[in-house]
């Protein structure tokens, strides 16, 4: 149990832990946290001092989550265990306490450089909901969906810290009448996601196997893959979605580590047919999180992210299985988390049945897509130890316009 | 007419002068140069003297072109006019003549650090070529290609320098009788294309309109985008091209600045329908690029840049209107540069139309697509002013296994 007081209980408790960057009015330096609490600790100012191991102590003096990501599991280990005897351990609360910033007291900022960004499309129940809306005569999943991870490469530049305001993108979509209109997205609309970031790079020609995922993933963030329906729409064939993504992506701002997560593991989804060999997990597992989307703060769905049938360690072996090359910072979203159930569905193309069905809300309103200061906030909570309970914080933003 | 030995009638002759990054065995830190006939001319070593205005010479300490693409236009125009000076009026070669390092010592690296990778489809007959091989019985090009120019992202952390060896994908495909296969690809292909290198950035939710260009845009380098036509096929459903591509794609090692190319300026092709109000140009225009493909020294192949129907102005405007911001160092590629006649293709998946007309070589062999050993070098010419001949340099590489 830590010493900070009203982190027990919490969803950032001592068994959660997530690394973030934060400045201060006072001290408008952008530097590494952890989160206890309501506290961000000031890892820039723990490593000046003699704490932390030495040979880790610059990664902190970083003006982002980098060089800490590029270290390695060893180090990421390490810097747990230190972190965690320093917050439980009373002894050190009068030396340290000075170092805990009140979060009502802090700008977050975007944790890390994203290198690539690489969103999949993993949900057998989004994928076969997707396919009955736009292919309602044929088969809802297509036919190499089952045989491997879909997905494609993002834009990275536009990948945003939560809070950043949204802006409706312009584009081309086809009207209803079939002619080619240009205007404000009229179906703007979320992916409610996990996204996965790398820190241990790789070599050209180097294929990680998916045992290998947790010696080069450092942890997970919540992640909004903000989509333009319209534009999609029209732009998409034979390419791939472009405009009606690259506008914005939005992440949370804490990356928690993959060990805060280890108490979370259960099993993944029988897979049939079996996966190509490159595929194959020698030990398969999900990760328990339930996500929650709540539309200008009414929930609106709950997804399970342990339903999803591709997992990160096999999104990653594929990714790489033809010697494409990581890099630290490179982030790959889940696709979006969808359930069985209505109520499990993680984009308002969903709920709304592609805007056929509108969802109402408590104050009488009907909901489609997403209108002008419009909210969306995406958080989750997976299982800790000792039956606690671990929040992963959330990933907002407000569209303008 | 430069002083240097032989850069005059040359492909770098003093009309040209592209940026690049080299090193040498003395001193292996990578640094600019602009490159004038056979010699690279060390701007860091120029930059530490007097020569340059003061303000731009902190640029040209950096390890690679970024400070100077983000310099923006001015400092583009204003460097060129004191290097032409520098190169043109003999008093300054006994000065400076010793900042010239022979390009058969010098090692070149990647010219700036891509940020995101944008690939487009802007080729008429390219993308009519695919249509009639992939969909034989419906018409050639999709509802949207000459409404917008259809483009995607790839994967910038597998942007590598000419010269890179090219390890020939693993992955899925589907066999001749319909089953997956796991393996090396057996259609390894090449893209031949113009890439153009963002130099400076805007902010999110900022449309660039095509007459802004060249306040954005740094200059142009030979592309590559390798491709495994297999994967490819049976994996782009319905997101896009992503483990077909994503395994490398070849950069020349010299920037060209686009006020080199004014000379090559040339009418565009004429478009029908007409463009929506943000795609359209009040100075239309084409570069009048020469592209040469040559296949283990043979040429297979001419294709004409200047024939493509989306300028990379309106690919700059496309990409940009729905808001999404750029990047110094985002590199976005015109997509296959082909024309009207099979001499004029650029990639092998239309030169031996699918592998079903192979070529023959020199040697009285044939080639459908790319076998262990292959070289390929893209080069490419453009007129100068005075009736001379700017060459481009080449993007080529080697594929292993």
Known sequence: MSWVEGAAGGPFGIHHLP??????????????????????????????????????????????????????????????????????????????????????????????????????????????????????????????????????????????????????????????????????????????????VVGVGTELGEAVAPDRFTDHVFGLVLLNDWSARDLQAWEYQPLGPFLGKSFATSIGHWVTPLEALDPARTDAPAQDPAPHDYLAEADRFAYDLTLSVALNGTEVARPPFAQMYWTPAQQLAHMTVNGASLRTGDLYGSGTVSGPEKSQWGSFQELSWGGKEPIRLPDGSERTFLEAGDTVAIGATAPGPDGETIGLGEVAGTVTG
């Open 19 to 196: 690394y973030g960057v934060f400045s201060t009015a006072a001290d408008p330096h952008p530097r590494p946290a952890v989160r206890i609490g309501d506290f961000a600790l000031d890892l820039r100012e723990l490593a000046a001092g003699p704490f932390l191991l030495p040979w880790i102590r610059p990664a902190f003096g970083a003006l982002d989550l980098g060089e800490f990501m590029a270290a390695g599991p060893a180090a990421w280990r390490a810097v747990r265990l230190q972190l965690t005897e320093l917050l439980t351990d009373d002894h050190y609360a009068a030396e340290y306490e000075h170092l805990l910033v009140p979060i009502d007291e802090v700008t977050m900022h975007r944790p890390f450089a994203v290198a690539d960004f690489v969103d999949f499309y993993s949900s057998e129940h989004h994928a076969t909901n997707l396919g009955r809306m736009l292919r309602p005569d044929s088969e809802p999943l297509l036919p190499n969906w089952k045989r491997l991870p879909v997905g494609y490469h993002g834009r990275a530049g536009t990948v945003v810290p939560s809070g950043t305001p949204i802006h409706r993108p312009d584009g081309q979509s086809k009207g209803p009448d079939g002619a080619i209109e240009f205007g404000p997205s009229r179906r703007l609309d979320i992916e409610a996601e996990v996204g996965f």
